[in-house]
Nanobody, 121 residues
Framework: VQLQASGGGLVQAGGSLRLSCAAS????????MGWFRQAPGKEREFVAR????????YYTDPVKGRFTVSRDNVKNTVYLQMNSLKPEDTAVYYC???????????????WGQGTLVTVSS
């Protein structure tokens, strides 16, 4: 699976962004999808995940109520809608595909190239 993330950028605190991750190469609906982020000097951390059909989602506590993950299995795309952004959300955001519904990065087999989100205060 090849993953192409997009949608990052510079936004003021309180603003919104929607990240997209387009998949190609294999059957998209065979994979669970995750979003992760890595801030400068920090390890990559789990943000959100969505199951094969899109019926189940999980979020890390700091983004609950602000971020929404969704997927379109016809368009082979997963989205991360980010609202009420905070400076601490600043990071490179990565999408990932795997076959195990997990929050652990090592469980994911394929990764996108990352898209930078910068939230100014």
């Amino acid at each position: 699976v090849q993953l192409q993330a997009s949608g990052g950028g510079l936004v003021q605190a309180g603003g919104s962004l929607r990240l997209s991750c387009a998949a190609s190469g294999r059957t998209f609906s065979d994979y669970v999808m995750g979003w992760f982020r890595q801030a400068p000097g920090k390890e990559r951390e789990f943000v959100a995940r969505i199951n094969w059909s899109g019926s189940v989602t999980y979020y890390t506590d700091p983004v609950k109520g602000r971020f929404t993950v969704s997927r379109d299995n016809v368009k082979n795309t997963v989205y991360l809608q980010m609202n009420s952004l905070k400076p601490e959300d600043t990071a490179v955001y990565y999408c990932a595909a795997g076959t195990v519904f997990s929050s652990v990065p090592l469980r994911y087999d394929y990764w996108g190239q990352g898209t930078l989100v910068t939230v100014s205060s």
